[in-house]
């Protein structure tokens, strides 16, 4: 069983359904996971999504903030959600498909502005939001598993457009690459992307402070695809589609893909 997944923080899925729906008809992902769909479930337009071919859903949602779905051309039943942190956030949710692979969705806190838990509490719940994914995987090993999502972390150099002067940046600073580390170790998960297209510069998000985020370039790699390692070697075909920055009324996130055989 071959199948194509893809992972895009879309910023309110409501108010970007035609781009969701546009994407789902170009590039026609078997799985798609949606994060920060700022919708409750039974408000997530599901006609079109349905109509396209994307007859299973697993989600949960929440009202104006956060949110997670994962949509599946391939039949898929819900296999858990956490609430890392304990923080009352829809941020997990996870879908089994019928080959017996667990697909987890993330979307994990962006942190605020202030690298500094002691004066600012979301860079504390981003930090033990961290932790808690760590400690769960300790403590049951994931197994063919896939674990996908707007991880608001860029780890690497080369995964934003200036290692040094993004340090000090939420998003890019050395404990939470820290934490980074101590999740991807604690369930021995592969970073896909990277394994495919392991040198140089890449981005899935581009600010929308920038008038022209295309020309400027300053952007970073926060959305991941990672894989246990039974299946890392059935991934390839990594890719971020980084036209769909550009489309109408776009997030501020692209969407990343990878193809699985298995």
Same mark, same amino acid.
């Given at each position: ?16 359904? !035609? ?60 296999? !858990? ?6 923080? !009352? ?21 962006? !942190? ?151």
């Amino acid at each position: 069983m071959s199948f194509t997944l893809a992972t895009w923080n879309i910023n309110s899925v409501r108010l970007r359904e !035609g781009i969701v729906a546009k994407l789902m008809q170009e590039e026609a992902p078997d799985v798609l996971c949606l994060q920060e769909c700022k919708s409750p479930v039974d408000k997530i337009p599901l006609g079109q999504f349905q109509a396209l071919g994307y007859t299973h859903m697993v989600a949960r949602g929440q009202k104006g903030y956060n949110g997670v779905a994962i949509f599946s051309k391939i039949p898929m039943v819900e296999a !858990g959600a956490e609430d890392f942190a304990n923080v !009352g956030h829809a941020r997990h949710v996870a879908g089994r498909l019928e080959n017996g692979v667990t697909i987890h969705n993330h979307y994990v806190p962006a !942190g605020g502005d202030v690298a500094d838990r002691t004066v600012n509490e979301k860079f504390g719940q981003k930090l033990d939001y961290l932790t808690d994914m760590r400690d769960a995987f300790h403590a049951d090993r994931p197994e063919k598993s896939i674990l996908v999502g707007d991880l608001n972390i860029a780890p690497r150099e080369d995964d934003v457009w200036d290692h040094k002067k993004l340090l000090k940046v939420v998003s890019h600073t050395p404990i939470e690459v820290e934490h980074f580390g101590q999740v991807m170790e604690a369930g021995s998960w592969s970073d896909v992307t990277r394994a495919d297209i392991p040198d140089g510069l890449l981005y899935s998000w581009w600010s929308y402070r920038a008038k022209d985020w295309d020309a400027a370039d300053k952007g970073r790699r926060l959305d991941h695809i990672w894989a246990t390692p039974d299946i890392k070697n059935a991934a390839h075909g990594s890719r971020v589609l980084r036209d769909a920055r550009g489309w109408e009324k776009p997030s501020d996130h692209a969407p990343v893909f990878a193809t699985f055989d298995l």
